[in-house]
């Protein structure tokens, strides 16, 4: 584990290569996936910050695959994280929210063994009011033959992630991220343009203060969903009443329980069968950080990491955060604490 003082001024760069040294037959490819991240956060955290200023507010006029609205900063965003990573000869494909098909490498590029998947801005409806919004990524292994990556190397498991993370663009700018080795947090100093290392070994208190759910779907909730909620918020059960906090942006709502504890919990609704958010570039990437960090995540009934994906954008429920209160949600929704 990696341990530091607390004077010691450490940068995601040399901290991904201390990292890379505990893993001695690491070729560096890896590393430097994660550098060229590092660098589009930079990138599309001045843009984020800028927005207020520079004319890219607001909506384009087309839709995304997910049939949303795509606002400026998803498309300058997503353009930053394609241009940033498709050189650098470590991916043989990539796959965005923002784009319904695989990303290919150029063909003028050399391609690697690993693919990137990624939402480049999350949240991004609640740019124009200041509402923190979030860069997720997810890396995998490439597993098809060939040179050239397939949708069989986008569509793995989380289990297989060999690495995971987001940048949340808030108050400050910070990159949290895990190769497996707990779940570390970096915090942008815009006076040097260098992410520094201020949360090692993020741990996840093991029950949580934050319940962080949109009960306007309440109506359309299933009935053993509706008993989760009571027993959340002290209404039946034993457990002390949860705090609601909801930003309506994952990755702010994610941070917030990661650091303090709680749960994050967006079920499936008659709106929405299969759930809403997106498996393989928000609930895996979030769901390898969580269990780093001591948390659980599950869609009502398994492990997030263990779901066999099916296609690029599918949707899974989530229920994500503290053990007890992840434990606790189990129960419930297996039947095992029904409603008396
Ligand atoms: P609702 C943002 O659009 C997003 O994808 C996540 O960032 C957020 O957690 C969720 O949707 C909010 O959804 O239905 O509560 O507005």
């Known amino acids: 584990m990696v341990t530091h003082t607390s004077t010691s ?20 490819e890896l590393s430097g ?33 997910q049939g949303e609205v795509q606002q400026k900063l998803d498309v300058i965003s997503n353009e930053i994280m394609i241009k940033a990573l498709d050189h650098g000869g470590r991916l043989c494909c990539m796959a965005s929210e923002e784009e319904p098909d695989m990303i290919p490498i150029p063909e003028k ?20 009011v200041n ?56 915090t942008l100093d815009p006076s040097i343009g260098e992410f520094l290392l201020s949360h090692p070994n993020i741990r996840m208190p093991e029950r949580g ?12 909730w299933a009935d053993d969903v509706k008993t989760l909620m009571r027993h959340y918020r002290g209404l ?37 069968p299969r759930g809403k958010l997106r498996l393989l570039y928000e609930a895996n990437p979030l769901a390898f950080i969580c ?6 995540a599950i869609d009502g009934h398994q492990r997030i990491m263990d779901i066999l994906p099916t296609e690029l954008h599918q949707r899974t429920p989530l229920y994500m955060g503290s053990k007890l209160d992840v434990d606790l949600a189990e129960k419930v929704l297996g039947g095992h604490l029904a409603a008396v």
């Open 131 to 186: 509402v923190p919004v979030g860069t997720i990524f997810s890396i995998v292994r490439k597993v098809s033959p060939g040179r050239r990556g397939t949708l069989e190397d986008l569509t793995q498991p989380g289990r297989r992630q060999v690495a995971a993370g987001y940048v949340i663009y808030g108050s400050s700018t910070m990159l949290v991220y895990t190769t497996g080795q707990g779940a570390h947090g970096f």
């Open 33 to 65: 996936i994660l550098y060229d991240l590092a660098l589009a956060a930079k990138m599309i955290a001045s843009k984020v910050r800028m927005a207020g200023i520079a004319d890219i507010l607001g909506e384009t006029d087309h839709e995304n695959v």
């Open 291 to 296: 269990e780093q960090a001591g948390g659980r």
């Open 9 to 28: 001024v450490v940068t995601i760069e040399r901290f991904i290569i201390e990292q890379e040294r505990l893993h001695p037959d690491a070729t560096g």
């Open 236 to 272: 039946e059960g034993d457990r002390t009443p949860m705090n609601v906090r909801y930003v309506g942006s994952l990755v702010a709502d994610f941070h917030r329980n990661l650091l303090g504890g709680g749960i994050f919990v967006y079920p499936a609704n008659a709106k929405t």
């Open 109 to 128: 590029f050399k391609t690697g063994n690993y693919a990137l998947l990624f939402d480049p801005l999350d949240g991004s409806s609640n740019i124009d």
């Open 209 to 220: 203060k934050f319940l962080s759910v949109n009960d306007s779907y309440e109506a359309i």
